[in-house]
């Protein structure tokens, strides 16, 4: 799986938008892009994943540049409950690799009021 | 329908013993996978069940073990414990359509 590299803390005010970087220059071209979240010491929950398009739900908007080699998760109005930690992960879908998944660090994102 | 269910959600073990964690996932998902967290490490992937059978497997030594049984449930198992065992283990199902994970709220292992 390839690697992602994601910056270790964010700072976001309450009611702006959060943007959160992810590079994953070695991804390979079956390889999708998913976004977790877990918020202290919860089982990690799923936002959002995409392969080159950008992709909306009603948490959250994923940017995936034209190369693939970098996204951004955008939560539109953060809120206080948004802080977490926000892992960027590549992986397999609709294979037998999806169960193994490699999460980096991730960034701790904190929103202030 | 209901999330995945793991137990025991705390636990205290002393060094030398052995500890079986269980993990019940999403119904219809036959995919279920093993992650351990620690401060100092992260999420740490163990290993993948599927159909009963283990297909992916993690950097870790031989005492953590696990299977999957017919319905799919999936049980780990760490013997001779150590200090350094004591983790968050998180438990995920995965929806194969998508490649979504969904995991467990974890076991939390104290070992002593």
């Known amino acids: 799986d390839a690697k992602t590299t994601q910056p270790p803390s964010m700072d976001c005010a309450e009611g702006r938008a959060a943007n959160l970087p992810c590079n994953h220059s070695?991804?390979?071209?079956?390889?999708?892009v998913y976004w977790y979240r877990q918020i202290h010491s919860q089982g990690p929950q799923y936002i959002i994943h995409?392969?080159?398009n950008n992709e909306t739900n009603e948490m959250a908007s994923l940017i995936i540049t034209e190369d693939r080699k970098s996204s951004t998760l955008i939560l539109p109005h953060a809120t206080l409950r948004d802080t977490a930690v926000y892992y960027c992960i590549v992986s397999w879908s609709y294979n037998t690799n999806a169960g193994k998944s490699t999460f980096g660090d991730g960034t701790t994102l904190t929103v202030k009021p | 329908k209901a999330g995945v269910t793991q137990t025991p959600r705390y636990l205290i073990k002393t060094r030398g013993q052995q500890v079986t964690l269980s993990c019940s996932p999403i119904?219809?998902?036959?995919?279920v996978s093993w992650y351990q967290q620690t401060p100092g490490q992260g999420l740490q992937f163990l290993f993948e069940y599927f159909s009963e059978t283990q297909r992916n497997k993690g950097n870790f030594p031989g005492r953590f073990s696990g299977r999957q049984f017919s319905n799919s449930r999936s049980e780990m198992n760490v013997s001779t414990l150590e200090l350094g065992d004591s983790a968050l283990y998180l438990c995920?199902?995965?929806?194969?359509?998508?490649?979504?994970?969904?995991f467990g709220e974890g076991s939390r292992l104290t070992v002593l």
């Open positions: 995920a199902s995965t929806a194969l359509s998508t490649g979504e994970l969904f």
């Open positions: 995409g392969l080159k």
């Open positions: 070695t991804i390979s071209g079956n390889e999708y």
């Open positions: 119904s219809g998902h036959r995919s």
